[in-house]
């Protein structure tokens, strides 16, 4: 099959795409875009979900842990 002969390879393939990217917008179920966040709850939303000290600190414990018996598996 020769993609080159037509301009677009996906319409080629896929015979409903070219439908698809006419349809109008109109009428659509899509949700309403909430509102940008304000500072304040930037803020807090990061750091509900930061990382604790101590869950970083064990992580980075065991990177370097494995790092310490990989070398010494390999020496």
């Not at 304000?38 to 803020?43: G, H």
Request: charged letters at 15%; aromatic letters at 8%.
């Amino acid at each position: 099959m020769d993609f080159r002969s037509d301009g677009h390879c996906a319409a080629t393939i896929y015979p409903y795409v070219a439908g698809v990217s006419d349809a109008p917008l109109a009428g659509t179920t899509l949700a309403p875009r909430r509102q940008d966040m304000t500072r304040d709850e930037l803020n807090r939303e990061l750091r509900m979900h930061s990382a604790s000290w101590q869950a970083v600190l064990i992580v980075y414990g065991a990177i370097v842990g494995t790092f310490v018996l990989s070398a010494m598996a390999v020496l």
